[in-house]
């Protein structure tokens, strides 16, 4: 099935640093989602992104949903422990299916 | 704590066999998609139901059948199972008029 382009698939990182990471399709979205699945659970939503050019933050996160409504990045400042896991970002159009990424593992260097 | 609950956690079948997954979502979530999500991929969308009506349908074959009902539990139904069925099972309500899906823990279903 479909899957959205993610990048970088994996990051190591210093805990307090910046991470950045970004999603790409080839069709349009409505809506943009931002999820964090942890190992053995369900993805968590970060974040939900409704229109183009909407910059969102919840916390340290900060999204945004590309101009083009083909892209969009997300964005965690100081890095902290608890922020291991798998990012995915999810694309909607209308009120179906959420197409998935590929995910972003991060990883958290001691 | 998620308002979405799923049972089993963990299931083992053998090829040909039939599985029922469950779902409860959480009250006022009227659409509730199922996923599959294969080791190191995104979820998959399975199919969709919005008041016991399935509206939306993913690359999946027949075998792969759903119910919902109306105290908002559901139902994922894999007939005549696979090796390549083996995967985690990921259940997702959201209340109408909303985009955020709120996910269950999922079952992760082995198949031998």
């Known amino acids: 099935g479909q899957q959205l382009n993610q990048s970088p698939q994996s990051m190591f990182i210093q805990e307090g640093e910046d991470v950045s990471m970004n999603c790409t399709s080839s069709?349009?979205?409505?809506?943009w989602l931002w999820y964090k699945q942890d190992p053995g659970e369900g993805p968590v939503l970060l974040i939900a992104?409704?229109?183009?050019?909407e910059l969102t933050s919840n916390g340290r996160l900060t999204a945004q949903f590309g101009i083009t409504r083909k892209d969009s990045f997300l964005n965690i400042s100081a890095s902290i422990p608890s922020d291991v896991g798998i990012y995915f970002c999810?694309?909607?159009?209308?009120?179906?299916?959420?197409?998935f990424g590929t995910g972003t593992r991060l990883t958290i260097i001691p | 704590e998620t308002g979405v609950t799923q049972s089993p956690t963990h299931l083992i079948k053998t090829r040909g066999q039939q599985v029922t997954l469950r779902c409860s979502s959480q009250?006022?979530?009227?659409?509730v998609s199922w996923y599959q999500q294969a080791l190191g991929q995104g979820p998959q969308f399975i199919f969709q139901?919005?008041?016991?009506?399935?509206?939306g349908r993913g690359n999946f074959p027949p075998r792969f059948s759903g119910l919902q009902f109306p105290n908002y539990s559901s139902e994922l139904n894999v007939n005549a199972l696979e090796l390549d069925d083996s995967a985690l099972y990921l259940c997702?309500?959201?209340?109408?008029?909303?985009?955020?899906?709120?996910f269950g823990s999922g079952t992760r279903l082995t198949v031998v």
């Open positions: 999810a694309g909607n159009f209308g009120n179906e299916k959420l197409t």
């Open positions: 009250s006022g979530h009227n659409t």
């Open positions: 992104l409704y229109k183009a050019g």
């Open positions: 139901y919005y008041r016991e009506e399935e509206n």
């Open positions: 069709s349009i979205f409505n809506t």
């Open positions: 997702a309500s959201r209340p109408t008029g909303e985009a955020g899906y709120t």
